[in-house]
Structures are given as C-alpha cells and as structure tokens.
C-alpha cells in the first residue's frame, strides 16, 4: 500500500470548500487535479431560477459529465502521475437527485445511475467536508461578493435549500462504507487562509488510509 492515497476525493455540501482543498491537496502531494466543470452544464442558470421545472434536466447533465470526467480517470493517472485529487465523487449526483428530484424523476435516475456506477473507479480515500449552515452561507456570500467584483454573475441558494443540502450529505456518509473516509468539520477551522490549519489537516489526510475517521478541530483563533 502506498504510504498515502493515490485517488483523494473532496466531497461536501455547496460553500464548503471542496474545490479549495482539492486544489491544495493536489499542490501539496503532487498529484493531478480533476475539477468538476459545474460551468459546462446549460441547464445550471435556469434552474437557479426555476428549480422544480429544470431539476431533471440539470441532472442527468450532471450525471453524465461526471460519468464522462471518471471514465477519463485511467491507471496512468491513478499510479503513474503521483495520483489524483477530485472535488468531486459520483456519488454526488445521487445525494443532489434526492433533494432536487421528484420521485418519479429519482426512479429513474437511479436506474441510470445503477448502470453506470459500477464502471466507475473508487477513491482511495473521500474526504468529507462539513459546516453549520450559517457558516455555509457566510461562505457562500462571500463568494458570490467576490464573483460580483470580478465581474461575474452568482447567485446565492436559500438557506432552506443550503440546509436540505447539508443534511442529505450528511445522511449519505452516515451511512458510507465503500471505502476509507474522513469526516471533516471545518465550522472553526480556514484551511485557506491559515497555514497551521491546512498543515493539520494535510497530515491526518495522508493518515487516513482505512476505516471512517472524524476530524473536528477547535478554533486556533
């Protein structure tokens, strides 16, 4: 066994840092970085407007891009290029389909999804990422402030959502057992902007190679 995961996957809900870590943990260890494109799909700006009526539409979008970007993920990446990182995991596509679908539309994704998942390859190792959800949203605005400077435009989910959101996630690794797993409660911690907390948190993911560990640091300031 290597002495750290090849194929570490960033997975939480929205605002809470995946693609942040994900691209530190790819500088830090040398590995490829793989990034969902969430700009790609047609259908994301319609159904910020409209969720009921573009919700199937955004997913199987979804579901077949993600589909398309692991496909991509050969042995060469996986062994030979020092590994990769993700901000991402397929699995994504079901935990958002049970908080966006009807249950029709949820059948019959999941008849897709039951197809395509097993030619799929597994990370080594997910890292989990969770935070209360004000602290979700606090991060959320801010990001959309800082699109909103940039130039671009950005939208705000409702904290309802941001919440239905979170708690799906959090039922779906409840209950995870494809793989090693590390459960991270970032309400407290900025592995962005403060070295010490990034440090910590790069050490016990090059730790966690089995089992489901918990990860829930104090404020350091």
């Given at each position: ?35 969902e ?45 020092g ?47 969770q ?7 606090a ?69 966690t ?12 300031h």
């Amino acid at each position: 066994m290597p002495d750290r995961p090849r194929y570490i996957a960033v997975e939480g809900p929205i605002g809470v840092g995946k693609t942040s870590l994900a691209r530190i943990i790819a500088e830090r260890l040398g590995t490829r970085l793989v990034l969902e494109r969430v700009e790609d799909n047609p259908f994301l700006r319609e159904f910020c407007k409209d969720r009921r009526r573009y919700a199937f539409q955004l997913q199987l979008f979804f579901l077949l891009m993600r589909y398309q970007q692991h496909d991509s993920l050969g042995q060469e990446d996986l062994f030979q290029r020092g590994g990769v990182a993700s901000d991402f995991t397929f699995a994504r596509d079901r935990i958002l389909a049970t908080v966006n679908l009807t249950p029709a539309e949820l059948a019959l994704h999941e008849k897709i999804y039951a197809i395509l998942c097993p030619r799929v390859p597994r990370p080594d190792l997910v890292v989990y990422l969770q935070a209360r959800t004000d602290v979700l949203l606090a991060r959320l605005k801010k990001r959309a402030h800082d699109a909103r400077e940039d130039g671009e435009e950005a939208f705000v989910p409702p904290a309802d959502y941001v919440e239905e959101v979170a708690r799906a996630y959090r039922y779906y690794f409840f209950h995870y057992d494809d793989g090693p797993l590390l459960v991270v409660n970032t309400s407290e911690i900025d592995f962005v902007g403060s070295p010490k907390d990034r440090d910590e948190l790069l050490a016990v993911i090059r730790r966690t190679k089995a089992g489901t560990q918990h990860y829930i640091p104090l404020a350091a300031h």
